[in-house]
């Protein structure tokens, strides 16, 4: 494999990512000129060194526009760099971070209001009057007007206020959450728009140079074709 000399750190990398100063954009070149005051535009690079200033342009992007970065932008430029998807990442640490009381509260709101919990407690209680008033009857371990039950339910509404309120503020909880996984996934989008549009003008300008190369050796044939004939015609003239 054909390898060329990176003027920057002096390692060898494959000729396909040679790149040349001149192509990259001014804000990426100004922060190799920081480490490498050396650098020049006549110099060459490779694509692997260019995209680690390519992540450091962004991330000084980022501090200029919101300031001090918090975890959330670093957990989105992280992403940026080790190239993968941050909708998994996002909801695999929610699902760690959540406490046991957490779980539980998920769990008993999600009981709670459901159907299955309305139809077997709906079923709880006509067993419960049917054993009392017909089965044993109404001489039972609760006859009516049901003095137990009665108390069972009152117990049963006292705990179910604070799960009730348990449940709002987990809700509440995952709004935020969400709200947040939003906008680290928008950020990471419009970063990676905008490192789109760097390699692209990129692109546009390496290609514009290769346009340039060829249209001076075109020119330069015509003027060998252009010398050739005159030569022709003045020895036919002679």
């Given amino acids: 494999m054909t390898t060329f000399k990176s003027d920057l750190s002096n390692k060898n990398f494959p000729v396909s990512e040679k790149i040349s100063g001149k192509s990259v954009r001014k804000s990426v070149f100004e922060l190799i000129k920081k480490d490498y005051p050396n650098f020049t535009s006549g110099m060459f690079l490779s694509d692997t060194e260019l995209n680690v200033y390519r992540q450091k342009y962004v991330e000084s992007f980022l501090t200029k526009q919101i300031g001090q970065l918090t975890k959330l932008e670093k957990t989105v430029l992280d992403s940026l760099k080790d190239k993968t998807t941050l909708s998994d990442k996002l909801d695999g640490d929610e699902q760690q971070n959540m406490t046991f009381g957490q779980r539980i509260a998920d769990k008993v709101a999600s009981f709670g209001g459901s159907w299955t919990f309305i139809i077997s407690f709906s079923a709880f209680l006509l067993v419960w009057i049917g054993i009392n008033i017909y089965w044993l009857g109404n001489k039972g371990f609760d006859p009516y007007p049901f003095i137990l039950l009665n108390l069972i339910l009152s117990s049963l509404a006292a705990v179910q206020a604070p799960v009730i309120m348990m449940s709002q503020n987990r809700q509440e909880e995952k709004d935020r959450e969400r709200g947040k996984k939003d906008y680290m996934i928008n950020l990471k989008s419009e970063l990676e728009v905008r490192m789109l549009h760097e390699k692209i003008d990129h692109l546009i300008i390496s290609q514009q140079e290769e346009v340039l190369e060829i249209h001076k050796?075109?020119?330069?044939?015509?003027?060998?074709?252009?010398?050739?004939?005159?030569?022709?015609s003045e020895n036919e003239k002679e």
Avoid at 217 to 232: G, S
């Fill in 217 to 232: 050796v075109q020119v330069d044939l015509m003027n060998d074709i252009l010398k050739r004939i005159e030569k022709l």
